[in-house]
C-alpha cells in the first residue's frame, strides 16, 4: 500500500513542477514581448523628437539646409517602420491604443509644417509649430510614455508571478528530493528500528517491576470493570494500607463515591483518543480521612505485560488545602472571616446578571453602619473596636 501511494504523490510533484515550469517559461515569453514593445515606442518617441528638434532649429534660424533635410528625410523614412513593427507587435496593455490617434495627428501637421519650410513660408511654418504641430508633440510624446510605463508595470507584474511560480517549482522539486531521501532513510533504518523494538519489549517487564517498586507514587493496575489488580508497596506509606491486601477489591471501595464514574471511563477515553489523561480524585486513607491526588490513566489493557489500565497517582492534598486557603484568604477579611468586597461584588453581579435574565425576580442589598466607631477606637483601643465589628 506504501509504494503505490508513493508514486501518486511523486506524480503530483511531477505534474506540478511542470505545470509550473510551463507557465513560468511562457511568461518569460510575454515577458521578452513587453519588452521589445518598449524598445520600439522608445524607438518611436526618439526618431519624433529627432524630427521636432531638426523642425525647431530650421524655424529658428529661418533656413533649411541640405544637411538638416537630409537628416529629416531619413528620421521620416524610418518612422513609418518603426511605426508598423509597433501595430504588428503584440501588447498586453490598452495604452498602446491611445497612442496612434495623436501620432498620425502629429505626423500629418509635422508633414505640412515641413514643406511650408521647404518652400521658404517659414512665418507661416512657425504659426503652424505654435497652433498645432507643438501641442500635439507634447500630447504625443506624453501618451508614448504612459504607454511605455503600462507595458513596464505589466511586465514586472508577469516577472514576478514567474518568479513566484519557479520558486514554487523550486519548492516542489525540494519537497520530492526530501520525501525520496527520507524513504531511503527510512528503510535504511527499518533494521535497527526492529531491532529497538525487539529490545524494548523484552525489557518492558523489568523496566515496569523496577518503576512500580520503587517509586514514591501511587501505581494501581484495574481491569475495565474496577478490580484491582496490582498495587504498588508505596500505597502503605501513603495510605497506610498494604498493597497485597487491595489486590481483588474493587477501585470503588478506594475511591470517594464522587469520583468513580469519571475515574473508570478515562481509562477506556484515554484509548479512544491516543491521550493519557489527567485526573483529580479523593482516596480514602486508613484512618477514614480523603486524600486528594492527581493521577495519570494509561490504558494498557492490549499490553501483554500489563493488561490493564494503569493508575499513576500522587498525593496533593496540602498543594490542594494551600489553593484553598489561598481563595479563602482573597475573598474573605482578615479580621472577621466574612466574605471581602471582591467577593461580595462578584456574587452581586450574579444577582444582577439572573435578575436581568429572570426580571420576575428581585433582590436588595442591606448596608449596616455603626455610627461614632471611631469614638470606639479612641476611647476603648483598637482591639476593642475589632471585637465590635
Not at 526618439?46 to 533635410?69: F, H, M, S
Not at 508571478?161 to 524513504?183: D, G, H, M, Q, S
Not at 493496575?221 to 502503605?236: E, L, T
Amino acid at each position: 500500500m506504501a509504494r503505490p501511494k508513493l508514486a501518486l504523490v511523486f506524480g503530483v510533484l511531477a505534474t506540478g513542477i511542470a505545470v509550473l515550469a510551463a507557465l513560468s517559461w511562457f511568461q518569460r515569453i510575454q515577458i521578452d514581448e513587453a519588452r521589445s514593445a518598449q524598445v520600439i515606442l522608445n524607438q518611436i518617441a526618439v526618431l519624433t523628437r529627432e524630427i521636432n528638434n531638426l523642425t525647431w532649429t530650421a524655424l529658428q534660424g529661418q533656413n533649411l539646409t541640405p544637411e538638416a533635410d537630409t537628416e529629416m528625410r531619413e528620421a521620416r523614412q524610418a518612422l513609418p517602420k518603426a511605426v508598423l513593427a509597433a501595430r504588428l507587435h503584440a501588447y498586453h496593455t490598452p495604452a498602446l491604443e491611445n497612442v496612434w490617434p495623436e501620432l498620425d495627428e502629429y505626423i500629418v501637421s509635422a508633414d505640412r509644417q515641413w514643406i511650408l519650410m521647404q518652400i521658404g513660408n517659414f512665418d507661416e511654418a512657425k504659426q503652424l509649430d505654435f497652433q498645432e504641430v507643438s501641442p500635439q508633440f507634447d500630447l504625443m510624446q506624453h501618451k508614448v510614455q504612459i504607454a511605455i510605463e503600462a507595458e513596464d508595470n505589466w511586465a514586472q507584474g508577469v516577472a514576478l508571478k514567474a518568479r513566484n511560480e519557479l520558486l514554487a517549482a523550486a519548492t516542489l522539486a525540494a519537497i520530492a528530493i526530501l520525501i525520496l531521501f527520507l524513504r531511503l532513510q527510512r528503510q535504511e533504518h527499518i533494521g535497527q528500528l526492529e531491532e529497538t523494538e525487539r529490545n524494548a519489549l523484552r525489557e518492558s517487564e523489568e523496566r515496569f517491576r523496577a518503576l512500580t517498586e520503587q517509586s514514591t507514587d501511587i501505581i494501581l493496575i484495574a481491569d475495565p470493570s474496577g478490580q484491582i489488580k496490582y498495587a504498588s508497596p508505596s500505597v502503605h506509606s501513603v495510605l497506610e494500607v498494604l498493597g497485597d491486601s487491595l489486590v481483588g477489591t474493587q477501585m470503588v471501595d478506594l475511591l470517594h463515591p464522587d469520583d468513580f464514574a469519571k475515574t473508570i471511563s478515562t481509562g477506556p477515553r484515554s484509548v479512544a483518543y491516543g491521550q493519557n489523561p489527567i485526573v483529580e480524585f479523593r482516596l480514602r486513607h486508613a484512618d477514614g480521612r480523603w486524600l486528594q491526588f492527581e493521577c495519570v490513566v494509561r490504558n494498557l489493557i492490549q499490553h501483554k505485560n500489563i493488561g490493564g489500565i494503569v493508575y499513576n497517582a500522587r498525593d496533593i492534598t496540602e498543594r490542594k488545602h494551600a489553593q484553598e486557603q489561598l481563595l479563602f484568604n482573597a475573598t474573605h477579611d482578615a479580621l472577621t472571616g466574612l466574605p471581602n468586597r471582591a467577593l461580595f461584588l462578584g456574587r452581586l453581579q450574579s444577582v444582577v446578571d439572573r435578575m436581568k435574565r429572570h426580571s420576575q425576580e428581585a433582590a436588595a442589598v442591606l448596608f449596616i453602619d455603626i455610627d461614632d466607631f471611631k469614638v470606639v477606637n479612641d476611647c476603648y483601643g483598637h482591639a476593642t473596636g475589632d471585637l465590635l465589628i
